[in-house]
Structure formats: structure tokens, C-alpha cells
């Protein structure tokens, strides 16, 4: 059996963790297997396949122009907004057509070497539930309607395609270096907070984080408050991030293949071994390596951020 130091080059079978490798322990539910997928997609009810429909219409009025060509095409390509919460083993069968790529269903959260394991293998694993009516403007947990309409779409992309599949090769790396949080400060600032500066000029959003949700595809774009700095890999490696609010500093890319360059055609081993265990910067900071598009006012973390009354834009 492969191990972590040694996962076979084609990632065909779940490489075992190796002892001393520190995972989140989670509890493996029992009606799934070690590849955590689970048997088979939810049955929606009518009133979620309306919420689906409702969180769909509401970011189509907020997206057109914030949010970047790539995915926009994405949505048309895997006719998204058909109706209903999309059926996964459709929308993998033409996602495969365009890029090679799956939507496959797991239980909320999986353990990290088993979720790049599936990226590695280009399958996109996506929580089954989808969130209420009560839940409708902010969730922290990523459903259904995060996953699949913030981040497929972008997997219709070439080579942002491949970049998803290179960071799961990458994340055994990360861990063999138990540098995982420095790599997942890398998933955070591009895979779900993402800008990137179309035609040299156009700020719009890549990140899924910002595309799935009502408040921050605004934010992002327009505010004066959060920072926009051009994106550098050791420095966003070294960078704290906030998982419960909006992002105080966004990281810009030129274009796709500029992040596949600055990512997955370097030495991870060196940089691994330069980087410290914990954050080095604070999530609203500008060093002086910083190459800024925009220097934010921090308004509205300076005003307290979520639930003080801070208007984001
Ligand atoms: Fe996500």
C-alpha cells in the first residue's frame, strides 16, 4: 500500500496517511466508505429545489460584471440556472466532456487528504445539503448551492482545471512539511476569495466564496475597505485569514495562467522548508513586499465587521 512519502504518481488508489501526520479527526459516518463519497445524491424537496432557484436569481442580478468571464461562460456551459438543484451525475457528464472533471457527493465536512485525493483524481467533492430559508443569506458551512454554483463553473476552465487538480497533488506535500495551513491560506485567497484583473483593468471575482454569496461579490469588487494586492505565493502562505466574515485583503491574479505559473511550476519543497508553522501576517496587513492595487480604509473591520452594523459597500 502507498504511503504519504510515496503516493503512486497517478494518485489511483487513496494513499494511507503515514502515523505521525497530524488530521483533523473526524468521525467517518457509517454508511460511507474510506473514499467518504457518499452513495448516492439527496432527494430535494420541492422547497429546496425553490431555494436553489431563489439563490440563483438573487446572484445572476449581482454578478454580471463583478464576477469574471470564465465563470459566467462556466454557468452557460452547464446550463446552471435550468431549475432546481442541479443533478450530479448530469452535470458530470458534460463538466467531463468540457474538462475531465466530476461532481461527486460526500457528507459535510471530509478529512483533508481524502478531499485532495479527489482533486487530485479531478473529481470536485460537494456537500449534498442545501441551506434554508432561515439560513438563505449566510451559512459558514459550504452546501450544495456554494459548491456547485461557486465553484464548478469555474472547473468549465482549462486551466484553472488544472490548477484544482495540482493542488491536490500538492496538498500530500503540504502535509508531509505539515504545512497545511500555509497551503490552505492558498486554497482561501484564490480558489475562494480569487480576484483576477481581466484585460489588465477589469477587477472581477474568481473566488467561489465570493460568488455564492449576496454581500461580498460587492464588497470585493468595489468597497474601499479591504485591500487588493497583486497575488504573491510566499507572501499569501505566511497570511492569517477569517473564515466568519468578509475578507479585509483580496489577492488579484492576471490571469489563470499566471496563478498556474506562480503555483504549480515552483519548488514547493524549498518553499516548504523557508515557511514557518503558524501565520507571519495579520489578514488586514500591507508589507512592504506588497505589490497594491488598493489600499483599503479597513472601514468596515475598524467598525466591527459582522453584526455591528457595518455597511460592507
Ligand atoms: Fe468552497
Redo the contacts with the bound molecule.
Sequence with gaps: MATLADPQPDFATLPQMAADVFTAPLARPAHVGEDWLEPRQTDYTAADHAVWDDLFARQMEILPGRACSAFLAGLEKLDLGRGGVPDFGKLSEELGQLTGWSVVPVPMLIPDHVFFWHLANRRFPAGNFIRTRETFDYIEE?DVF??VF??VPMLTDPTYADYMQEYGRAGWKAMRYNRLKALGALYWYT??FGLILENGTDLRAYG??ILSGPTEARFAVEAESPNRIMLNVDRVMRTDYVISDLQPTYFVIESFADLYRQTVERDFDRLYRSLPAGFTYANSAVIDVDNVLHRGTQEYHLRGGRGSGAKPV
Design positions: 459550504p456554494h459548491d461557486g465553484h480558489v475562494e467561489a466564496g
